[in-house]
């Protein structure tokens, strides 16, 4: 499949590319969908109070390394008391899990749950959510039982999107806590819609151009332990067997004691981008651009010619670390690519006086895997065949499993509260869903401060796919005062 041409075909979901179909505006369906505008579900509540064994399934499955969440004498001497959960975590309380609660089965459905059913029963059974806005009045603590009450806010007329035709559907849901105190907000937009009507998933594209593979390296005697090296997912240095000496590209002959023999040092991986170029002219057709060449200084001295990827070109820059990939990316056989690494957790919380409009949070890389995927999802309670089942998600019309909006939401927390410190308060977080996140990809994330305003700092971020922006937003984070000490 063509993932230039999927990418357009999800954008258009978020864009509104739309056509209203004037029979079906009147049908009886959106008729009685909106009906269910303004209506209110039923008052459910949360199958387990807040507990830190989910939150550290959370925790472990995005790799979310805040004390707060899981350092329980951390978290005590902290401005958060005693341990909190992950604020994005706000509606995976009320997820009804693999299984619905005993008694809930025959529910009266009104509400959301009514107009779901009624799209189901209508043909609309395929479902992707596309926004999602939480609004945190206080983090959850242990014990803290969760229960939440949703409002349709808002049925569309039917809209012709990429996906499918289908209607979107806004909620907004409250929820409180056991003593009926206000914790938290979320609004929710999905959209629901009939599997097969769409451009199609699965479909080639228009116009779809076939790239090229990279020609085959040539391989030698000297060089070949170097390619067999990434075929084990391992890059090699060529060392001298008399003084040790390493060298990249490997030689025929040691150039500090002329000895001929050699064996091979396994990398790190590790390194710094030394120098770099953005090819433009001429074009080959099996490098498709944008694309950068970097010279990466490895930890053990070497350098070597690479690509670095996972990253705007505009985006890259001279001393930044960076991190081997081993991927075969459009070749024949695997070859060492770099990307940047994961930026360092702040330990020491920023203080407001250190933050300006204009600051920039340094790219992020998450590698999209299945593990990732499936293991974030069942950490929210989303059991959701399209996050776990490829077969089904295949027949559903997808290419392949792909995360859940929680997944998503929780990532995006990360990357600010990791930015921020483990002190900074996230009070709002609002994100929209482009391109889905596959296995095999990587998303990085680009951030930047919008705003700061007393004591809120608005951080506008992008998740970025091979796809396209996989996820768009801003968090809204509070700062501990200038007053204060650190
Ligand atoms: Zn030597």
Known sequence: MDQAFLATLLRSVNHGESKVSSETQASELYQRLQVRVGQTGPLETARDAV?????????????????????????????????????????????RGLLPPQG????????????????????????????SEHEYDRYLRIGDLL?????????????????????????????????????GRMRFRILKFKPGTGRGMNQEGEGSTEVPLRPDPGISLETAFFWDGLEAGELRIQRCEECGVLQHPPMVRCPACGSYRFDYAVSSGRGRIYSHVEPVHPHFASFEPPYVVGLVELEEGTRLITNIVDLEPDQVEIGMPVELVVERRNSGRNLPFFRPVRPERRISTRRLDEVQVGDVLGPCPVPITATLIVASAIASRDYQDVHHDRELAVLRGSPDIFMNILSTSGLCARYVTDWAGPEALIRKLSIRLGAPNYPHDTMTFYGSVNSVSGDRVEVGLRGQNRLGPHVTGTVEVELPDRTQSD
């Open 51 to 95: 507990n830190s064994a989910m939150i550290r399934h959370w925790c472990d499955a995005l790799e979310d390394h805040h004390p707060g969440y899981t350092d329980s004498d951390w978290a005590k001497a902290s401005l958060h008391g005693d341990l909190v959960a992950p604020p994005a975590m706000l509606n995976a309380w009320l997820m």
């Open 104 to 131: 809930t089965e025959s529910q009266t459905e009104e509400g959301a749950s009514g107009a779901y059913s009624d799209l189901d029963a209508a043909g609309y059974t395929s479902v992707v959510a596309t926004n």
């Open 147 to 183: 229960q939440g009450r949703s409002r349709v806010e808002e049925v569309s007329d039917e809209k012709t999107t990429g996906l499918g035709v289908g209607h979107f559907v806004t909620t907004l849901t409250e929820y409180t806590n056991q003593s009926g105190e206000s914790v």
